[in-house]
C-alpha cells in the first residue's frame, strides 16, 4: 500500500486530486492540509510514502517545508506556474503535474513513484536548487485565459489592466478586445509578475508599462485612454512607483 499525504490550499482541486488517488487500488491517503504549518506536524507523524503538494499555498512555499523536514521520498509538485518555474522543477528531476489536473497524468505519475520509488527519490540539494530558480525574478512572458468558449493564449505585454467582480476577472487587452475568465484578481495577482502588475484597486490590478497619466484625484489614465481608479490606501503606493520613473 503506498501512503500519501495531500498539500493543496484550494480546496476544491483537494478533493479533485483524492478522487482521483481513491480509484488507484494500491493508493491510501493517510492526510492533507491546506497548511504548510499543519502538513509539517501531520507527515512527521504520519510518515507517507509519496507525498503530492502544491508548490504556493497561503502562508508559504511546500519547497521550504520540504526542504526542513529532510525527506528522502518521491515528491510530485501540483503547479499552475509558468514554464519557467516547470523548468526549475526539473533541474532535479523532481515530478511535477500542471492545472487543470489531468487524471490520466496523475494516476501515471503515482504509478511511476511507485514502480521506481527508489529512483524517485529527492534529495536536499534537488529541492534546494528548485526552490532558489522558483525565488528567481519572473520570466513569464504569455499566459493561457481559459473563458467560456476557448482558451486563448496572451502576451502578458499586451495586458493593459485587469478588472476583477466576484469570482470573475476581465482582461482588457492592448487591441481593445477583453477576455472573461472565471477565476478570482488575487490569483492572477499572484500569477502575473509583480515587478510588472500593480495591485492599484481592490478590483483592479493594473500593467505598469501601459500607464500614461497618474491624476491626483486617484486616476489612472491608460494608453489605451481608458480610466482605471486608484484606492486610497494605494496611492502612496503608486506614486512610489512614478517617482521612481522620474
Not at 177 to 188: A, C, E, I
Not at 217 to 229: I, S, Y
Request: charged share 25%.
Amino acid at each position: 500500500m503506498l501512503k500519501v499525504y495531500i498539500l493543496e490550499d484550494e480546496l476544491n482541486i483537494l478533493k479533485y486530486i483524492w478522487s482521483i488517488l481513491d480509484e488507484i487500488p494500491y493508493v491510501k491517503v493517510v492526510g492533507y492540509s491546506t497548511e504548510v504549518r499543519k502538513a509539517e506536524i501531520e507527515i512527521k507523524a504520519f510518515m507517507p510514502d509519496l507525498i503530492l503538494a502544491d508548490i504556493q499555498l497561503k502562508d508559504g512555499f511546500s519547497l521550504e517545508l520540504l526542504s526542513r523536514l529532510n525527506l528522502d521520498l518521491p515528491i510530485i509538485f501540483i503547479t499552475a506556474y509558468s514554464q519557467y518555474a516547470i523548468e526549475a522543477l526539473n533541474i532535479g528531476a523532481i515530478g511535477y503535474i500542471t492545472k487543470p489536473i489531468d487524471p490520466a497524468l496523475l494516476t501515471e505519475a503515482v504509478d511511476k513513484c511507485h514502480r521506481r520509488a527508489e529512483e524517485y527519490k529527492f534529495n536536499q540539494n534537488q529541492l534546494r536548487m528548485a526552490e532558489m530558480h522558483l525565488k528567481a525574478p519572473s520570466v513569464l512572458q504569455r499566459i493561457a485565459l481559459k473563458t467560456f468558449e476557448y482558451t486563448q493564449i496572451v502576451c502578458v505585454e499586451d495586458i493593459v489592466y485587469c478588472e476583477g467582480d466576484k469570482g470573475y476577472t476581465t482582461f482588457f487587452l492592448r487591441d481593445d478586445s477583453k477576455l472573461v475568465v472565471s477565476k478570482v484578481l488575487k490569483y492572477f495577482e499572484e500569477l502575473l509578475p509583480d515587478t510588472q502588475f500593480i495591485r492599484c484597486h481592490q478590483s483592479y490590478l493594473v500593467n505598469t508599462r501601459h500607464i500614461l497619466k497618474y491624476y491626483k484625484d486617484g486616476q489612472l489614465e491608460m494608453l489605451n485612454k481608458a480610466f482605471v481608479p486608484v484606492s486610497n490606501r494605494k496611492r502612496d503606493l503608486m506614486m512610489q512607483y512614478i517617482d521612481k520613473l522620474c
